[in-house]
């Protein structure tokens, strides 16, 4: 089966670093979602990409977060500086729009900021 | 703010007895899609309804949408042990360019 590829799996770091998050998605898809899960907050849309063109990054606090598809291949997601209320699992999916399939999800980019 | 809301948040039953789940959504959507998530995993599509079908079944699973009333029903057949995750609906907004947005899910436990 075809999986969408997230890495890294875990990622500790220090308050103040850059993060780097990375996600392949399934080769045909053209869009991408970057999605945020905490407890409290649930599933939070950061940004789309549709056909590598960014769409809707409204969610996503602009000042320390930026989401790039540099290629079909490849998405990013970055936070710079990190801050400890970052911490959260971070989701990659991706789907063809209007396909009736629903979307693929990563298993996710566990992310902890001390 | 969350589009779709679930209700339970949590459900226990016993092996054997049906599940169902609701959804509730404040706009008009082009399709409802429901998902599940295993714990410490990622979320797996299960179903997805068009905002023109009423009804749609996938092996044991059954949703039923009404979008008078801006709701979803999701129910499992004869639960098992193995049902036991999270289970979140996500609209796509009409005319929202198929942005998907989550409720914060039902937690389904079935005990064998």
């Known amino acids: 089966d075809a999986r969408v590829t997230q890495t890294p799996r875990h990622k500790v770091t220090e308050m103040g670093q850059e993060v780097t998050m990375r996600c392949q998605p399934i080769l045909g898809h053209n869009t991408v979602f970057w999605y945020r899960q905490t407890m409290m907050q649930g599933l939070e849309l950061l940004a789309y990409?549709?056909?590598?063109?960014?769409?809707?990054d409204s969610g996503m606090p602009k000042d320390r977060f930026s989401a790039e598809m540099p290629d079909a291949t490849l998405a990013t997601l970055k936070i710079q500086p990190s801050e400890p209320r970052d911490s959260a699992v971070y989701f990659c999916a991706s789907g063809l729009t209007g396909s009736g399939y629903g979307y693929t999800f990563g298993s996710g980019t566990r992310l902890t900021v001390v | 703010s969350q589009q779709g809301e679930e209700d339970p948040q949590a459900l226990s039953i016993q092996e054997g007895e049906n599940a169902t789940m609701n959804c509730s959504y404040k706009?008009?959507?082009?399709?409802l899609q429901w998902y599940r998530q295993n714990s410490g995993r990622g979320l797996v599509h299960l179903i997805l309804i068009r905002s023109n079908e009423r009804e749609k079944h996938s092996g044991r699973l059954r949703v039923t949408l009404d979008t008078s009333k801006k709701s979803s029903s999701l129910l499992i057949t004869a639960s098992r042990a193995a049902d036991t995750a999270s289970y979140f609906c996500a609209t796509d907004k009409k005319g929202g360019s198929e942005k998907l947005v989550f409720g914060k899910g039902t937690k389904l436990t079935v005990n064998p």
């Open positions: 990409f549709r056909n590598r063109a960014p769409l809707d």
């Open positions: 706009t008009s959507i082009n399709n």
